[in-house]
């Protein structure tokens, strides 16, 4: 599914087109993660009226919000994968609109381990787990690897 992703703000010194954090940036964010911005931030990306998920129960006229779904969960991408900000926002994992909660959850991967590399490796084939991950997450790539 191609959205529209954020662009960020020319601020931002973003993370050269990496989809990994070096060591020290994954350090940084394991002490503190980082700030989410809500898409009133982003002019460029108008908000839809209407959820993608297809089974969602929230009635029509609810205050609920409507969000951009990612496919491996942010902060989960972050902490148990290294990859970046800037790649998780991407269009590659933006998966679609969905109510805040647990429509935008069912939406996107799994925040396990198998299930969140296994859908990153179909996207990026490229993805190598960098080595500062905990040795569980480099296990389950080789296993998955293996398996192909």
Not at 21 to 36: A, C, D, G, V
Not at 49 to 55: A, G, K, L, N
Request: net charge positive.
């Amino acid at each position: 599914m191609k959205l529209p992703a954020p662009q960020r703000p020319a601020t931002w010194l973003g993370f050269d087109g990496r989809i990994t954090l070096t060591s020290k940036e994954w350090e940084t964010y394991q002490r503190r993660p980082p700030i989410r911005y809500t898409l009133s931030q982003y002019g460029n990306i108008p908000r839809p009226t209407s959820c993608d998920y297809r089974h969602c129960s929230v009635p029509a006229k609810s205050a609920k919000r409507i969000a951009s779904a990612h496919g491996i969960a942010f902060q989960f991408g972050i902490a148990k994968l290294g990859l970046t900000p800037d790649w998780l926002d991407s269009n590659e994992n933006i998966v679609g609109w969905a109510h805040e909660g647990s429509c935008n959850n069912t939406l996107g991967v799994a925040e396990e381990l198998e299930p969140a590399i296994s859908h990153l490796l179909q996207l990026r084939p490229d993805y190598q787990p960098p080595d500062y991950l905990p040795s569980e997450t480099h296990a389950i790539f080789r296993r998955l690897l293996e398996a192909r």
